[in-house]
């Protein structure tokens, strides 16, 4: 390595042939500018709240480390969209709509009843899932306490349930790599 050059976000590292590595590291910002300040930063244990939700289903949890401390995992029917035109797609609109609320709307009661209470413990909460049912999600009132700590990016996973839940830390605590 010839270099080392940091922001609060990323370490960025220069190799002698001009090869560069910039480290994104979990959870910034970065107390230090070095490889070692990166691997105490990666190797600090954290409590992490994860909110993934999903039209028709939603997974909550509180990590210790890498540890499932609390968790509550619910599903609700929400129709696929109808195909075809005429009034009977537009009563089945409505009734999808409605079925969607009511999923969101469970989602958030599971937030408020898993994640809120222990807002003051946690270090960051994750998010994963759909973005727009995520917004609908948080925009519940009583999900405000969670938005200062709520991580910038977004982890792409499937139908939100346990085993995709226990699967979170792999992708929240690790740190993104690119060479350039």
Request: net charge positive; aromatic share 2%; charged share 30%.
């Amino acid at each position: 390595m010839r270099e080392a050059a940091a922001s609060a976000e990323r370490l960025t590292l220069t190799a002698a042939d001009g090869a560069v590595l910039d480290c994104d590291p979990p959870f910034p910002p970065l107390a230090t500018g070095t490889v070692d300040g990166l691997l105490e930063h990666v190797r600090r244990e954290r409590v992490v709240g994860v909110l993934l939700a999903r039209l028709g289903g939603h997974a909550m949890g509180v990590f210790a480390g890498r540890r499932l401390v609390e968790s509550k995992v619910g599903s609700r029917l929400v129709h696929g969209r109808h195909r075809k035109g005429g009034s009977s797609a537009r009563r089945f609109e409505r009734r999808r709509a409605g079925q969607a609320r009511l999923a969101l709307e469970q989602a958030a009661d599971t937030a408020a009843r898993i994640l809120v209470p222990r807002h003051g413990d946690l270090d960051a909460v994750v998010l994963g899932g759909d973005r727009r049912a995520l917004a609908e999600v948080l925009e519940d009132s009583r999900l405000r306490v969670l938005r200062p700590l709520i991580e910038d990016r977004v982890l792409e996973v499937p139908d939100p349930r346990l085993d995709v839940l226990e699967a979170t830390p792999d992708r929240f605590l690790a740190t993104t790599l690119t060479l350039r």
